[in-house]
C-alpha cells in the first residue's frame, strides 16, 4: 500500500530520497552542469497563472482524447525512464501495471531494465485482471552504433505489440555518471555492440572523432527508420521550430518538446517556453507532447494552453517507485489525474479542448 502523507507528488519526491542509495538519489535527480535547464523546467511554469471562466456549463466534460487512433484517459504518459529497477526490484513491471490500472501510456525506455517482452505481457496480464484495455505502449528507441541492432529492437517492439515509436535526439553525447548495480542492466542490449568512445587514428579530438560523436543520430537517421516501420515515429528532444518543422517534413508523427529533464546541455529553454514556437512553425500538423518539470494538474493544463496536446512525467515515477512500488506509481497518476480535473473544473473547461492561452496569464505582466 501507499504510505501516510502523500498527497502530492512533491511528498514523494521528499519521501523517496531516504528509499534510495545516495549515488541513485543523486542520478534521478541531477540535472547537468549547474543545472540552470533543471530549475527552467519548474520556474517556467511558476510564471503562469489562470484566468478562469465564471458559471461555465461543466456538464459532459472528460479529460480524454485520442493519439494515433488510441484513446487515453488523459492527457498524461510516463517518459521513457532508464533503469527503473535502481529505483524498486519490480522496476518497469510495476510501472506497466500502474499504468495499465490508470489507463495511462507508458513509453518504454531502450535503456529498460526489464526486457520489452516481459513490459508488454504484464501489461495484458494486469488489462486482463483489472478488466481493461490493454494500455497504450510506445518504444523509446535510442539508436545503437549498428543498424541491425537498432532494427532489431523496433521489430522486437512491433512484434510485442507497441504502438509507436519514439526516438530520441537530444542524448546522444551525454556523459554516463552511474556505476550500475550488479542485479541492473540494460537487458534489451544483451549482445549488442555498445558506443564507446574510442579516437578514430588520425584525429586529435576527445569527443569529436571518435566512435561516440560519430554514432549520433543525423536526418537521414530519421528517415530510415520511418522507412522501415509502419508505426507512427515521434521525435523526442526537439526545441526548435525550425527543427521541428522540419522532422515533420520527413515523415515524423508527432514531437516531444523536451530538453531532457535539464539533463543534457545546461542553458537549454524549458520545453514549456519553446512550445509556442514549435507549435507556431508545426503549424497543428501533428500531435506535439512535451515534457520537463510537470509535477502537478494545474502543470498539465498550462502545457495544453500553450499548444501541447499532452505530456509526459519522467522523475516523478521513480520517486513513487522507490516510496511504494506499483501502488505508489498508481497513487501518483490518480492524483496527477486528480489535480487536472479540478484545475479544469475551476478554469470552466469541461472538455480539453476548450484548454487555450485564454485562460492564462503571465505573473510579471501583472506585477506592480
Ligand atoms: C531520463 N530521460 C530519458 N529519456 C529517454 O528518452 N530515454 C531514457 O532512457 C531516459 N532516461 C532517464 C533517466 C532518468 C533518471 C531521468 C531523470 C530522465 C528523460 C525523460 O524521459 C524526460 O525527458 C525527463 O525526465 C522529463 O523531465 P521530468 O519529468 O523528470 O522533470
Redesign the pocket.
Known amino acids: 500500500g501507499v504510505p501516510p502523507g502523500m498527497a502530492t507528488l512533491a511528498d514523494y519526491e521528499a519521501a523517496a530520497r531516504a528509499h534510495l542509495e545516495p549515488e541513485i538519489w543523486r ?2 535527480q541531477e540535472g547537468s552542469g549547474a543545472e540552470r535547464s533543471l530549475a527552467e ?1 519548474r520556474a517556467s511554469f511558476a510564471r503562469w497563472g489562470f484566468l478562469p471562466r465564471a458559471l461555465a456549463d461543466l456538464r459532459g466534460g472528460s479529460t480524454e482524447l485520442s493519439l494515433f487512433g488510441r484513446r487515453h484517459a488523459a492527457p498524461l504518459l510516463l ?5 527503473q529497477r535502481l529505483a524498486h526490484p519490480e522496476g518497469e513491471l510495476a510501472v506497466v501495471r500502474a499504468a495499465t490500472a490508470l489507463e495511462t501510456g507508458m ?1 518504454v ?3 529498460a531494465s526489464v526486457t520489452i517482452e516481459e513490459i508488454a505481457a504484464a501489461g495484458r496480464d494486469a488489462a486482463a485482471a483489472l478488466d481493461r484495455p490493454v494500455p497504450p505502449l510506445w518504444f ?1 528507441l ?1 539508436l545503437q552504433p549498428d543498424r541491425q541492432d537498432s532494427l532489431a529492437l523496433v521489430r522486437r517492439a512491433e512484434a510485442a505489440g507497441y504502438e509507436a515509436i ?1 526516438l ?1 535526439v537530444d ?1 546522444a553525447i551525454k556523459p554516463a555518471g552511474l556505476t550500475l548495480p550488479a542485479e541492473v542492466d540494460a537487458v534489451n542490449l544483451a549482445g549488442m555492440r555498445r558506443i564507446r568512445q574510442t579516437a578514430t587514428p588520425g584525429t586529435s579530438g576527445i569527443i569529436l572523432g571518435t566512435a561516440l560523436a560519430d554514432a549520433a543520430p543525423r536526418w537521414a537517421d530519421l528517415e530510415w527508420l520511418r522507412s522501415e516501420t509502419r508505426l507512427p515515429v515521434l521525435l ?2 526537439m526545441l526548435l521550430g525550425e527543427d521541428a518543422a522540419r522532422a515533420v517534413d520527413l515523415g515524423a508523427d508527432g514531437l516531444i518538446v ?1 530538453n ?4 543534457v546541455l545546461d542553458g537549454l529553454p524549458s520545453a514549456l517556453d519553446m512550445l509556442d514556437a514549435v507549435s507556431a512553425a508545426t503549424g497543428g500538423r501533428v500531435p506535439l507532447l512535451m ?4 509535477r502537478t494538474g494545474s502543470d498539465v493544463v498550462k502545457a495544453l494552453a500553450l499548444g501541447a496536446s499532452a505530456v ?5 515515477q ?1 520517486h513513487a517507485l522507490a516510496v511504494a512500488g506499483m501502488a505508489g506509481v498508481a497513487h501518483a497518476i490518480h492524483m496527477l489525474r486528480t489535480e487536472l480535473e479540478a484545475t479544469m473544473a475551476q478554469l470552466g473547461c469541461a472538455r480539453l479542448d476548450a484548454i487555450g492561452p485564454d485562460r492564462l496569464w503571465r505573473f510579471e505582466q501583472h506585477a506592480r
Request: hydrophobic letters at 35%; aromatic letters at 6%; zero cysteines.
Open positions: 542520478h534521478i523546467n517518459a521513457p525512464m532508464a533503469y513509453v525506455s531502450t535503456l523509446q535510442y519514439v530520441t542524448a523526442k528532444g523536451s531532457h529533464g535539464g539533463r515534457d520537463g518539470g510537470v509526459l512525467v519522467g522523475r516523478p521513480m
